[in-house]
T-cell receptor
Framework: QKEVEQNSGPLSVPEGAIASLNCTYS??????FFWYRQYSGKSPELIMF????GDKEDGRFTAQLNKASQYVSLLIRDSQPSDSATYLC??????????????FGPGTSLSVIP | DGGITQSPKYLFRKEGQNVTLSCEQN?????MYWYRQDPGQGLRLIYY???????QKGDIAEGYSVSREKKESFPLTVTSAQKNPTAFYLC???????????FGPGTRLTVL
């Protein structure tokens, strides 16, 4: 089992719809969870982070965390064509060593259709 | 403006050559990282440094070397021992004790 898994997509949604991106992780000791947005040819940009079970909202973005199910998701409301990008899920590995590494998933490609 | 800069944006290397990628940050972050990204794959950690004059190997350090002589700078050398160096290289930084990493614009390396 990979440490952080995401559906590769592409996920296509019509403009104005809700886009739902999912991520599962394997390390039960993980405490920090991140969503990065990466436009084609560009570097990742941090858009959300969540540490506690439940929902965290920031504008059109909502991150949802369920540690019991080892599942984190990102909802994008009122999707816009400018949201078309690859979304990377990242999770800290857990404090097993002196360095608490962050593991990145392979990303989900999102396409918002006008 | 605070941020992370990488240079060059594009780099072409002949087989057998060593090349050095630059990464500079003015965010006053203690920790810096180098990742490699290949199409369809997640980011893979090459090296990281949590303090000046100290650095550790990541998951794919073979064929790469780094130095950390200044807090602001963390250059990466891709040596001729790296068998498949063509990739998108990303430098990141974070505050020690925090997991949020912030990325530079990246360097795209192509071996001719």
């Amino acid at each position: 089992q990979k440490e952080v898994e995401q559906n590769s997509g592409p996920l296509s949604v019509p403009e104005g719809a809700i886009a739902s991106l999912n991520c599962t992780y394997s390390d039960r000791g993980s405490q920090s969870f991140f969503w990065y947005r990466q436009y084609s040819g560009k570097s990742p940009e941090l858009i959300m982070f969540i540490y506690s079970n439940g929902d965290k909202e920031d504008g059109r973005f909502t991150a949802q965390l369920n540690k019991a199910s080892q599942y984190v998701s990102l909802l994008i409301r009122d999707s816009q064509p400018s949201d078309s990008a690859t979304y990377l899920c990242a999770v800290n590995k857990g404090a097993e060593t002196s360095y608490d590494k962050v593991i990145f998933g392979p990303g989900t490609s999102l396409s918002v259709i006008p | 403006d605070g941020g992370i800069t990488q240079s060059p944006k594009y780099l072409f290397r002949k087989e057998g050559q060593n090349v050095t990628l630059s990464c500079e940050q003015n965010l006053n972050h203690d920790a810096m990282y180098w990742y490699r990204q290949d199409p369809g794959q997640g980011l893979r950690l090459i090296y990281y440094s949590q303090i000046v004059n100290d650095f550790q190997k990541g998951d794919i350090a073979e064929g790469y070397s780094v130095s950390r002589e200044k807090k602001e700078s963390f250059p990466l050398t891709v040596t001729s021992a790296q068998k498949n160096p063509t990739a998108f290289y990303l430098c990141a930084s974070s505050m020690v004790g925090r997991h949020e990493q912030f990325f530079g614009p990246g360097t795209r390396l192509t071996v001719l």
